[in-house]
Antibody, heavy 124, light 108 residues
């Protein structure tokens, strides 16, 4: 079965970086793009970016473009999201989510399988 | 800027009754809209994509409708496990993957 397993909770100081991993199994890693979505405490969902595991090409929300780096390791079927220059407002649960193919020839789609989430706490 | 607005913010419904949740886009998203359910402490669960197609394993009591800017998620007969927060998300226009702010469905 499809599984996305994320790395454990992190506590970081302001200004530091955090790198969250998402290891997948149960499907061909390169066949599906991967989203990263975050959720601040008590708040809604926010898309951060998407990575193409085949090419490594990424697209990200404008507000994160200069701070987020998404990478992948095809040998271990793992994607990574690194967020730099952390501030308290980055305290959130970070999710990876597999981007489903909704129709032939259409390159965008929602997340059909999700990781369990990784809590990142930014505090001095 | 694409904005997704969900209403109401909170909906109180009794078990067994019908719930109707709304999502409005500030510009047309065609039918490129998804609905998710999220329970406390859990990851979101995809319910509906392409505005009206149920995702794998989703019960038939969940249905989606709409196109363009106005969308509806209907739960025909609420079960206890349906009380949760529901989000809509567009995947049509930049900024891609904009979410609504959520509707909390609570027991009346």
């Amino acid at each position: 079965q499809v599984q996305l397993v994320q790395s454990g909770a992190e506590v970081k100081k302001p200004g530091a970086s955090v790198k969250v991993s998402c290891k997948v199994s149960g499907y061909t890693f390169t066949a599906y793009h991967m989203h990263w979505v975050r959720q601040a405490p008590g708040q809604g969902l926010e898309w951060m970016g998407t990575i193409n595991p085949t090419s490594g090409r990424t697209s990200s929300a404008q507000r994160f473009q200069d701070r987020v780096t998404m990478t992948r390791d095809t040998s271990t079927s793992t994607v990574y999201m690194e967020l730099s220059s952390l501030r308290s407002e980055d305290t959130a649960v970070y999710y990876c989510a597999r981007r489903m193919w909704v129709r032939r020839g259409y390159s965008y789609g929602p997340g059909d399988y999700w990781g369990q989430g990784t809590l990142v706490t930014v505090s001095s | 800027e694409m904005v997704m607005t969900q209403s109401p913010a909170t909906l109180s419904v009794s078990p067994g009754e019908r719930a109707t949740l709304s999502c409005r886009a500030s510009q047309s998203v065609n039918d490129n809209l998804a609905w998710y359910q999220q329970k406390t402490g859990q990851a979101p669960r995809l319910l509906i994509y392409n505005a009206s197609t149920r995702a794998t394993g989703i019960p038939a009591r969940f249905s989606g409708s709409g196109s363009g800017t106005d969308f509806t998620l209907t739960i025909s007969s609420l079960q206890s496990e349906d009380f949760a927060i529901y989000y809509c998300q567009q995947y049509n226009k930049w900024p891609l993957y904009t979410f609504g702010q959520g509707t909390k469905l609570e027991i009346k």
